[in-house]
């Protein structure tokens, strides 16, 4: 229990106290020290905070003792606090951090990141989506499921509005979902395809100036993001973009809504 405890923000101390007086009932500093294992001279302390995480109750006369609070309203009560309190502090701290971040010479910053999975690449999207200033060109992807595309063009449609020169380049073949595809072209995003099996790799550049490439193979449980910060490598990666752009082909997938809705 003292494990769970800590994860959810008390300390070793108030946790092995918390867990004594649930299982002891009421009791005082000297019974708590002596059940707990915690020096008496670190169980008032830690009572007091107790108390003001709403966790015990403080029962005061010639012997001063202290009781749990019915762990199932006081603990999801306590939670609940913390939560808002994280939710309330999260936009402060992303932009005290963000200025921060940005405060560090260019020099010393890393240019290259290695991270895992697909959550931490959606995340290197998302930021893109929100910070790009001219363009961002997507290489690589497949469109022939559905699976959360859809929300992701509510993140790009901000972006557009900002006038972003928005391309992606499928590659795969010719089962695609096309009316995914109509959505994205609707919205402003230029599409073009490239009958080429590309499973294992995608790319994103943002401006010309910053990329991120992502490595796939089925055999491995995650994929693999590298994300560059060097104008140099992102300027390359978007004359190749252009190049295979330029050779693309252009979508139209009234032409296969149509043979659907004909069968």
Request: charged content about 25%.
């Amino acid at each position: 229990m003292i494990a769970d405890l800590k994860k959810i923000g008390l300390t070793e101390y108030e946790g092995k106290i918390y867990a004594c007086l649930l299982g002891a009932g009421r009791l005082p500093a000297r019974g708590i020290a002596q059940l707990s294992l915690v020096p008496q001279t670190a169980v008032y302390p830690n009572l007091k905070s107790l108390l003001a995480k709403g966790l015990i109750q403080q029962f005061d006369g010639p012997a001063r003792s202290f009781e749990a609070l019915r762990p199932s309203v006081a603990l999801p009560a306590y939670l609940e606090r913390k939560r808002r309190t994280l939710y309330e502090i999260e936009p402060l701290l992303v932009a005290q951090a963000e200025q921060a971040h940005t405060q560090v010479p260019r020099e010393n910053r890393e240019i290259l990141n290695l991270s895992v999975g697909q959550t931490a690449s959606l995340e290197i999207y998302y930021h893109a989506l929100e910070h790009a200033k001219e363009s961002i060109y997507i290489l690589g992807w497949h469109l022939h499921t559905v699976k959360d595309k859809y929300t992701f063009l509510q993140r790009f449609k901000p972006a557009l509005r900002r006038g972003i020169d928005a391309r992606i380049l499928l590659l795969g073949g010719q089962e695609k979902a096309w009316e995914l595809i109509k959505a994205y072209q609707t919205a402003g995003i230029r599409m073009r395809y490239m009958p080429l099996q590309g499973e294992y790799l995608t790319m994103l550049i943002v401006d010309g100036v910053e990329c991120k490439i992502t490595l796939k193979d089925k055999r491995l449980p995650e994929r693999y993001n590298i994300h560059v910060r060097d104008p140099s490598l992102a300027a390359a990666l978007q004359r190749y973009f252009m190049d295979c752009w330029n050779k693309g082909h252009d979508l139209h997938p009234d032409k296969f809504l149509n043979k659907k809705g004909n069968k």
